[in-house]
């Protein structure tokens, strides 16, 4: 899986606020911004001691007792601290069940003591044992102490683009019949059911990507490698109107399984294609409403007002012309310098509420196999 994990957006890292003022490298994640959001953090400090004074008694005479007010204030948080407890072991309870894990017995060590340090165990099990467990937050509000848990599948930063110009170099070779009309199976599903957009449509981000970079190279004055840029402009409108036809054919999608059980597997090429196609046709059948968009959020706390500050997945998850040459280097260049001003990305993420209302049953199990066969496919046409 080199090719997919090669090419990333800048230099990025969730979860942050404040921006740099210069740019990091083009290869790297999206660019690492200064100041992390402030939230809970243990202290390095421990608590107090408490002893009894050696002149108790002493001490006993100079005090007065509270007045009544004080007392009934006093009773009231003793009976707030056990609300919060009961809620506490309760959603704990929630929590542990639906995730399959057994919590570390702690009532008998008191309050506060004994809610830390079953926090701390279930955070230990969770990540041991959850493939896309995030965090858990204790949620205070008024009426109730409840968790909540965030599972997210983290795309790494990376440039999900799918090559077309290979896919119609390969469809030339008349020995590669089969593997072609299983890839080209396999696009289909990407393009009509998980709903993956492709650069020739004008909705698309990289339509307009590839656009301006058309309009930098036919601007500027010609250099040396002008009549290459131009080449490979006309390649990816014309390959990419071609094969937009080819995929967008609904045959590849009524006859998938026909063709899977008709392949005849001459070599690891065959085999590897076959072993994408039967992944993809899985998917297919085991969701066949669902996209890479249903789970999508921002990776951090955002309002309405940080939209327009957020990296959508359809910025980073495309067909593209090719990954290869002169146009996809300035591609990928305008790309990474246009995602670096962003602070935050859309990734696949699940957030769950453990207060007592119904908990859904949902995961990433589509998003984590999805995203491997793109990887996959990326990976199947840049190397054949």
């Known amino acids: 899986m080199n090719y997919a994990t090669q090419h990333y957006i800048g230099n990025y890292k969730p979860t942050r606020t404040k921006k740099t003022k210069a740019f990091a490298p083009t290869i790297g994640r999206v660019r690492q911004l200064d100041a992390k959001t402030k939230g809970r953090k243990r202290s390095a400090e421990r608590q107090a001691e408490i002893r009894t004074d050696s002149h108790a008694a002493n001490g006993f005479l100079r005090c007065s007792f509270l007045p009544k007010l004080q007392e009934t204030q006093t009773v009231q948080a003793c009976k707030k601290s056990e609300k919060t407890e009961r809620d506490f072991y309760q959603s704990l309870s929630k929590l542990s069940e639906h995730y399959g894990i057994q919590p570390i017995q702690s009532r008998q060590y008191g309050y506060p003591y004994n809610m830390a340090l079953a926090l ?31 599972e997210r599948y983290s795309t790494g930063s990376t440039l999900y683009y799918i090559p077309v110009i290979p896919l119609y170099r390969l469809s030339k070779n008349p020995k590669r019949k089969q593997a072609v009309q299983l890839l080209q199976s396999v696009c289909s599903y990407l393009y009509h059911t998980a709903n993956i957009p492709y650069y020739r449509q004008e909705c698309s981000y990289l339509y307009w990507i590839y656009e301006m970079v058309s309009e930098w190279v036919l601007c500027d004055d010609e250099a040396e490698e002008t009549p290459i840029y131009i080449s490979e402009i006309k390649q990816a409108e014309q390959i990419g109107e071609f094969m937009e036809k080819k995929i967008y054919s609904h045959y590849n999608l009524s006859r998938f399984k026909e063709r899977l059980n008709g392949i005849k597997i001459k070599d690891s090429f065959d085999h590897d294609c076959f072993k994408l196609a039967c992944e993809a046709f899985a998917l297919y059948e085991e969701f066949p409403n669902k996209t890479i968009y249903n789970s999508a959020r921002p990776n951090g706390e955002a309002d309405e007002d940080d939209m327009e500050n957020i990296v959508s997945m359809d910025k ?7 990954a290869k040459g002169l146009l996809f280097q300035a591609l990928f260049d305008s790309v990474n310098t246009e995602l670096q001003e962003y602070g935050q990305m859309e990734e696949p993420i699940i ?6 209302s119904d908990i859904t049953s949902i995961t990433l199990d589509f998003e984590n196999r999805v995203f491997d066969l793109i990887e996959e496919l990326i990976y199947i046409l840049n190397n054949f």
Not at 316 to 322: G, L, P
Not at 351 to 356: A, C, V
């Open 316 to 322: 980073y998850v495309s067909f593209c012309a090719d």
């Open 120 to 150: 701390d165990d279930t955070q230990e099990q969770l990540r041991n044992k959850v493939r896309d467990w995030e965090e858990i937050r204790l949620i205070q509000d008024s009426k109730k102490t409840y968790f909540t848990s965030e």
């Open 351 to 356: 957030l769950k509420r453990f207060d007592g």
